[in-house]
């Protein structure tokens, strides 16, 4: 197996849980939807829930996207920079380590908001849950993303592109 198909066989698991986590979104802002309209009786705990499932949807997304790298671009001084090609790898290795820079603070702040929260013993209103324990698990995601923006640098671990025509 190279090396390309056992990053996406790492990445499957995450793309899973985001998909997953979408689903539960929906599922439950239909019910909590219905439930208030129809029944005057909305879900007491919809509004924790979906903050919960929206952060899992997201810290799991970012794993994919930052493996794959797939972010977005703002190609609003691309005419610009394209009058220097070599700048263009210069630019790659500047923003690959803004990245690996920024996952890292993100990870490491989500893990020490998640540390005292676990120290204080906070829980939510209505979930019978403590909030550290989502948060922790954002931290360990967005750590396993700052993974993925390592391992995305280097050109064997890239998938094959498709053609897109």
């Not at 995450?14 to 439950?28: D, N, T």
């Not at 890292?104 to 908001?113: D, P, S």
């Not at 550290?132 to 954002?138: D, E, I």
Request: charged fraction near 15%; glycine fraction near 10%.
């Amino acid at each position: 197996m190279q090396l390309s198909g056992f990053i996406n066989h790492l990445q499957w698991p995450f793309r899973i849980i985001a998909g997953v986590a979408l689903i539960g979104l929906v599922v439950i802002t239909a019910v909590d939807v219905i439930g208030r309209v129809v029944f005057g009786s909305p879900l007491g705990f919809a509004y924790e829930l979906v903050g919960v499932l929206l952060g899992v949807t997201v810290y799991a997304g970012l794993v994919v996207i930052n493996g794959a790298r797939e972010h977005i671009a703002i190609d609003l001084f691309a005419g610009f920079l394209a009058k220097w090609p070599r700048f263009d790898r210069v630019r790659g290795w500047f923003v690959w380590v803004l990245e690996v820079i920024f996952f890292a603070l993100l990870a490491g702040y989500v893990g020490r908001q998640a540390a005292q929260m676990m120290r204080w013993h906070e829980t939510f209103l209505f979930l019978p849950l403590e909030k550290w324990l989502p948060l922790a698990l954002y931290s360990g995601l967005c750590a396993v993303s700052v993974l993925a923006v390592f391992l995305a640098i280097f050109p064997v671990t890239k998938g094959r592109k498709k053609d897109k025509s």
